[in-house]
C-alpha cells in the first residue's frame, strides 16, 4: 500500500513539474478581461499564448502579446506598436510612427485614440503597446504605464469561446 501511494505521489509530482515547464516556457492560456481589444478580441475570448516562439522569433509591430505593466501582477493584452529605437507620438488623435501616421486596419473609427502624446524614442528594450479600443485603453500612453520591457508571449488564437475562433 505504500509503494503504491508514493508511485501516485512521485506521477503527481513528475506531471506538475512537467504542466509547469510547459506553462513557463512554451505556451499559456489568458482570458480577455475587459474591451480594451476590441473589435479584435472580445471580454471572455480564451488565448493560446505562445511564450517559447515569441522568445526566438521577438516581436514585430501589429502583434498581439500579452505583457505585464510596471509594478503590477495581472496580465494584459496589447498590440505592439512600436519596437525598441521607434520615435512614437500621437497628435490630433493621429499615432505616428518615426514621423509617419501609422495606418491601423485593426481600429475602428468608434475606437480612434483621443489623445495627444508627446514624442518618445524607446530604449533597446522598450516596446510602445496600445489597445485596440484607444478610446478606453490603459496602455503605453498613460502616464501610470509608459513604454513596457516585460511581454510574456504572443497571442497565437482565440481558441474560446467556438464562435470567436480564430488565428491571429
Same mark, same amino acid.
Not at 45 to 57: E, K, Q
Given at each position: #500500500?505504500?509503494?503504491?501511494?508514493?508511485?501516485?505521489?512521485?506521477?503527481?509530482? &513528475?506531471? $506538475?513539474? !512537467?504542466?509547469?515547464?510547459?506553462?513557463?516556457?512554451?505556451?499559456?492560456? !489568458?482570458?480577455? *478581461?475587459? *474591451?480594451? #481589444?476590441?473589435?479584435?478580441?472580445?471580454?471572455?475570448?480564451? $488565448? =493560446?499564448?505562445?511564450?517559447?516562439?515569441?522568445?526566438?522569433?521577438?516581436?514585430?509591430?501589429?502583434? /498581439?502579446?500579452?505583457?505585464?505593466?510596471?509594478?503590477?501582477?495581472?496580465?494584459?493584452?496589447?498590440? /505592439?506598436?512600436?519596437?525598441?529605437?521607434?520615435?512614437?507620438? &500621437?497628435?490630433?488623435? /493621429?499615432?505616428?510612427?518615426?514621423?509617419?501616421?501609422? *495606418?491601423?486596419?485593426?481600429?475602428?473609427?468608434?475606437?480612434? &485614440?483621443? =489623445?495627444?502624446?508627446?514624442?518618445?524614442t524607446l530604449g533597446e528594450d522598450e516596446y510602445f503597446l496600445l489597445?485596440?479600443?484607444?478610446? !478606453?485603453?490603459?496602455?503605453?500612453?498613460?502616464?501610470? /504605464?509608459?513604454?513596457?520591457?516585460?511581454?510574456?508571449? *504572443?497571442?497565437?488564437?482565440?481558441i474560446w469561446p467556438p464562435a470567436h475562433?480564430?488565428?491571429?
Amino acid at each position: #500500500m505504500g509503494r503504491e501511494i508514493l508511485s501516485w505521489a512521485g506521477t503527481l509530482a &513528475a506531471a $506538475l513539474v !512537467i504542466a509547469l515547464v510547459i506553462r513557463s516556457f512554451l505556451f499559456t492560456l !489568458i482570458a480577455v *478581461k475587459g *474591451k480594451s #481589444m476590441q473589435e479584435t478580441l472580445q471580454n471572455g475570448d480564451r $488565448l =493560446y499564448v505562445s511564450i517559447l516562439t515569441a522568445r526566438i522569433s521577438g516581436y514585430e509591430r501589429g502583434d /498581439v502579446v500579452i505583457c505585464r505593466y510596471p509594478g503590477r501582477s495581472d496580465y494584459c493584452v496589447k498590440r /505592439v506598436i512600436g519596437l525598441p529605437g521607434d520615435v512614437i507620438a &500621437a497628435r490630433n488623435s /493621429v499615432i505616428y510612427l518615426n514621423g509617419e501616421p501609422l *495606418k491601423e486596419d485593426y481600429v475602428s473609427p468608434l475606437h480612434a &485614440a483621443h =489623445y495627444d502624446y508627446p514624442e518618445t524614442t524607446l530604449g533597446e528594450d522598450e516596446y510602445f503597446l496600445l489597445g485596440d479600443n484607444r478610446f !478606453i485603453s490603459h496602455d503605453s500612453h498613460s502616464a501610470d /504605464v509608459g513604454p513596457v520591457t516585460d511581454i510574456v508571449g *504572443k497571442a497565437r488564437a482565440i481558441i474560446w469561446p467556438p464562435a470567436h475562433i480564430s488565428a491571429l
